[in-house]
């Protein structure tokens, strides 16, 4: 067989870095059903924190508390939890995520691993599901 692979449909509701992501990753990988899952939620959770970042480009990092109080915009530590799951998320996948918290660290462990699961052999490439077990290769 020849020719390009054909690239499954991104999820809907994706915005653009998310839809983006998914296409670069769909096209180089072959995908199991709970990794295209893991994608899936990975590009949400980019998506989500693009819209946190614009929400704070335009707004300020210290609000008034309930009592009056000034306390740091909540928006900060969401945005740090989804950072954390978008790297948890794309190292589960073994892939690296540019702009995200876990770039470039690690870049060699991240290429073993998606050695280790995506056997390639010639354009097509083979993934082993995530848990690696003893038939994931057979």
Sequence with gaps: MTGKAVVPRPPAGLAARGRALWRQIQARYVLDPLEAQLLAELCRTLDACDRMRRELA????????????????????????????????????????????????????????????????????????IGGGRDAGA
Excluded: F, I
């Excluded at 060699?108 to 097509?124: C, D, L, M, P, Y």
């Design 58 to 129: 335009g707004g300020s990092l210290v609000v008034t508390g309930s009592t009056g109080q000034p306390r740091v915009n909540p928006l900060l530590g969401a945005l740090e939890a989804q950072v954390k799951l978008a790297d948890r998320l794309a190292s589960s996948l073994g892939v690296s995520v540019p702009g995200s918290a876990g770039a470039g660290k690690g870049a060699g462990h991240q290429r073993k691993a998606a050695r280790t699961r995506w056997r390639r052999s010639g354009n097509v490439a083979s993934v082993m599901p």
